[in-house]
């Protein structure tokens, strides 16, 4: 058996396990809120969804207008938007706080710069285009990337953290009458807040494939470590690809 190294924090055990980095109580704490009300966001937007199954383009929209999408659901007026629009206000909330809490960490303690933001090299089209292959096949990490995050993953989470979820909440916002009397532009800026709504649809679309994309790849690289890791915060062993456990 080969002697224990100890990389940044990463403990190499021998040469067929390695050791995932820990994550500190904030990512865990943060990761978990983000986790649950994301899935809150998802149940109760499916329920508002079903009150009205269709999406339209413009300022507005509704039974009897032309639409851009209708949905194969059935109109269920009254039914469970009640309860969903409560469950969507108080998730989005929860996921927004704990959003802010996440970013001034990321910013202030380094971790974006540590963490997410991909080195210049590892931004070539073989890198990129070999990292894409490896996540469409499902394949196991590697090393390496038990270490840390491959350059698809930093970028992906960029995207999901600067990108997705600003446009997510941006477009929850313009859809609210009540911000919108006071802060116009947040709806006019997009169109009107029916594009709001669509562009919305879209983007939180994007967030659940990711979601599902992000699990898949939990279970490949050794679910239990992976979740133990989040939850307690223990370095747990993985198997490495390509090596015998």
């Not at 413009?58 to 207008?65: K, L």
Request: with cysteine; charged share 10%; net charge positive.
């Amino acid at each position: 058996m080969a002697e224990a190294a100890y990389v940044r924090g990463v403990a190499v055990a021998d040469s067929e396990r390695v050791v995932c980095a820990r994550h500190c109580l904030l990512i865990r704490l943060t990761h978990w809120l983000t986790a649950f009300s994301f899935i809150g966001l998802c149940i109760s937007g499916f329920a508002i969804l079903l009150a009205h199954p269709h999406l339209y383009w413009g300022e507005t929209g509704g039974i009897g207008t032309p639409s851009l999408i209708d949905f194969p659901l059935p109109t269920m007026k009254g039914g469970p938007s009640g309860w969903g629009r409560s469950l969507h206000f108080l998730s989005a909330w929860v996921c927004v706080l704990t959003g802010l809490l996440y970013a001034s960490y990321g910013f202030f303690g380094r971790h974006f710069r540590e963490h997410l933001l991909p080195v210049w090299n590892d931004l070539s089209w073989a890198s990129v285009s070999q990292s894409i292959s490896d996540h469409l096949h499902l394949r196991a990490a590697v090393r390496e990337e038990l270490r840390s995050y491959n350059v698809v993953q930093r970028l992906t989470y960029l995207a999901v953290i600067f990108v997705l979820f600003p446009l997510v909440i941006w477009t929850g916002f313009a859809m609210s009458p009540a911000l919108t009397s006071v802060f116009p532009f947040l709806a006019t800026s997009l169109g009107g807040q029916q594009c709001a709504r669509t562009i919305h649809f879209f983007v939180a679309s994007l967030l659940v494939l990711f979601l599902f994309v992000h699990v898949a790849m939990i279970c490949v690289t050794g679910f239990a470590p992976r979740m133990r890791a989040m939850i307690l915060g223990d370095a747990s062993t993985v198997p490495v690809a390509g090596e015998q456990s």
